[in-house]
């Protein structure tokens, strides 16, 4: 039997030193414990995913050196093994050039190196760019329990669970004929498997994973430990939700959500010790959402070296979420909220962004820009005579706004966070270089309708978003008397259409007969879709929390004709 501890970090990518601190400051907690191993996420050592930053031989060589001086750490009585995730190089004239690893450091050097084998190139994975693939995998020994060691995807390929493997080989299923075939020396020792992971989120993943794992373990008949990453790396975010399962396939120990955190997986049954926050309660799916997008904000402002965030906000709901998120991930003394009204915009909106900023306890700057819009039509005038107000009017407003706002974030050095959803993007209905601009979409991947359930979700003990902005009919207010739904049908009806072919591709078709609506009109909003490619390309990156979100797991090209 074996105590281990899973240590649940939140490292930088590139950040050798305070990844390497990190690693050492658990494992010290993980030794107080008395625990033979503690074990760290996947490429906990240099950040997942470092991208092409693993192409240049000093970041990878440093690596090395890093992995090398958390292993003298190990030096001494009462130390216990450390697992984790870095990446090595191959001295190999074919193939990739570097490995993707988990180390066993002991003894003050690495003793035991498992080298990942299957590879991810799906939605935002692309390690087949970067990685070679392990040709075997080996069980390994620590004080005297062999374990089976993988790496994320490694574990994700149990032709047990899945109705269609993605692979051809199964690592985990390899490692367990190993083990067969060593039943005198491994009589009467429980079956360990440990997977260190960077799996990042999204909604109902967590619950997916556990379900996986649990079956991983009935099968195999196995103790089943997975160590996840937690933090927000650009558009990824990591839950963390490390896992320690018996061979019943019942959870005996779960780490925090959407937090660091240091567990204790005792193999003998023991269960929990030590400083876990135990998030053993299922959190609701709006619930984890909110605590994905307020992580994914926190680290995204201060990786980036940042402590404020700049707003605009606009008396709307989207702009009221986004600033609620902002002020629970970087506190209300870092956030400031910029009204900007013209002619069309309401005295209610305007209130309800006063009461807002109040309600949060944020400084609040209001900038009227009607007399820059009237100088921007008096200058093209001479150019738009003879035309009516229309589209390129209404645009002229965000784009005034998004300068203003811009303007203030290199005077004052706080990030902009841009503030349209999911729905909006994937239609259009949003302004480049307007509405658009910023260095962060907060709620990017965030369908209309989950808006209106988040608002709700921070209300939830008193108002802090005024219900008369969750209340009323949503309006972008560039005209008189404007609605989304004069451009737009209402959003029961096209985000269940937006779901279905953004997230899972279904053709004009398949959500005609399955939501029951007209197929002319889901064709009209697919058009959209595809229209509007061009924008999603320019604009910040999106904080995923869906299971296909705009960004680097959707790819499409811009020049191109669709048949809807």
């Known amino acids: 039997m074996v105590k281990i501890a899973l240590a649940q970090i939140n490292p930088t990518v590139g950040d050798f030193a305070g ?5 050492l400051e658990y494992a010290s907690r ?55 995730g870095t990446v090595m190089p191959r001295s190999a004239d074919e193939g990739k050039q570097v490995k993707n690893v988990a180390v066993l450091l002991s003894g003050g050097k690495i003793s035991f190196v498992q080298q990942k084998m299957l590879l991810p190139f799906y939605d935002v994975f692309d390690e087949q760019r970067y990685f070679e693939p392990a040709a075997e995998q080996t069980l390994t020994c620590v004080d005297g329990e062999p374990l089976a060691i993988t790496i994320c995807e490694d574990a994700w390929n149990d032709k047990g669970f899945w109705p269609r493997q993605m692979y051809t080989v199964d690592p985990v299923e390899r490692l367990m004929e190993e083990w067969e075939k060593q039943p005198q020396e491994l009589a009467g020792k429980p079956r360990i498997i440990l997977n260190i992971s960077a799996s990042p ?54 780490a925090a959500s959407f937090a660091e955190d240091l567990v204790v997986f005792d193999t003998d049954g023991g269960g929990a010790k030590g400083e876990s926050q135990n998030d053993a309660e299922a959190k609701d799916e709006v619930a984890e959402m909110w605590g994905a997008l307020v992580l994914g904000t926190r680290d995204y402002v201060r990786k980036c070296g940042f402590s404020k965030a700049l707003v605009g906000l606009s008396g709307g709901i989207d702009s009221a979420l986004v600033a609620a998120i902002a002020v629970e991930a970087l506190g209300a003394e870092n956030v400031v909220g910029v009204g900007m009204p013209t002619e069309y915009s309401s005295l209610g909106s ?30 093209l005038k001479p150019l738009f005579a003879g035309t009516s107000f229309g589209l390129a009017e209404e645009n002229l407003q965000p784009r005034i706004r998004g300068t203003l706002l811009m303007a203030l974030s290199n005077k004052f050095g706080a990030l902009v966070l841009t503030t349209g959803n999911k729905s909006e993007m994937s239609t259009g209905y949003c302004t480049l270089y307007g509405d658009m601009v910023g260095a962060l979409a907060v709620i990017g991947d965030v369908m209309k309708l ?68 007209d197929v002319g009109l889901v064709r009209s909003v697919l058009k959209l879709v595809e229209r509007s490619e061009y924008k999603r390309q320019q604009a910040a990156p999106v904080l995923k929390v869906t299971k296909k979100s705009f960004g680097m797991g959707r790819r499409f090209p811009i020049a191109v004709k669709v048949q809807v």
């Open 19 to 23: 990844n390497a601190r990190k690693i």
């Open 30 to 84: 993980a030794q107080e414990l008395g625990v033979a191993l503690v074990v760290f996420p996947e490429l906990a050592v240099c950040g997942y995913p470092p991208a092409d930053l693993l192409e240049k031989a000093a970041f990878v060589e440093r690596a090395g050196q890093v992995a090398d001086e958390i292993a003298e750490w190990t030096i001494g009585a009462g130390r216990p093994a450390i697992l984790c």
């Open 201 to 254: 989120y999204w909604q109902g993943k967590p619950q997916v994973r556990q379900k996986m794992l649990a079956a991983l373990a009935k099968r195999h008949g196995a103790y089943v430990a997975m160590v996840n990453q937690v933090g927000g790396n650009d558009s990824l975010v990591f839950d963390g939700s490390s896992l320690g399962i018996g061979p019943d396939g019942e959870v005996k120990v779960r």
């Open 350 to 379: 305007i209130d309800d962004a006063r009461k807002l900023a109040k309600n949060l306890g944020i400084r609040f700057e209001l900038l009227p820009i009607h007399d820059v819009f009237a100088q921007f039509q008096q200058v």
């Open 450 to 517: 989950k808006v209106y359930a988040l608002s709700r979700y921070v209300n939830r003990v008193k108002e802090t978003i005024p219900w008369a902005t969750i209340e009323k009919p949503p309006s972008a207010e560039l005209r008189p008397e404007q609605l989304d739904t004069d451009s737009l049908p209402p959003y029961e009806v096209l985000d269940p259409i937006l779901e279905a072919y953004v997230e899972r591709y279904c053709s004009a078709e398949e959500i005609a007969e399955e939501q029951g609506v």
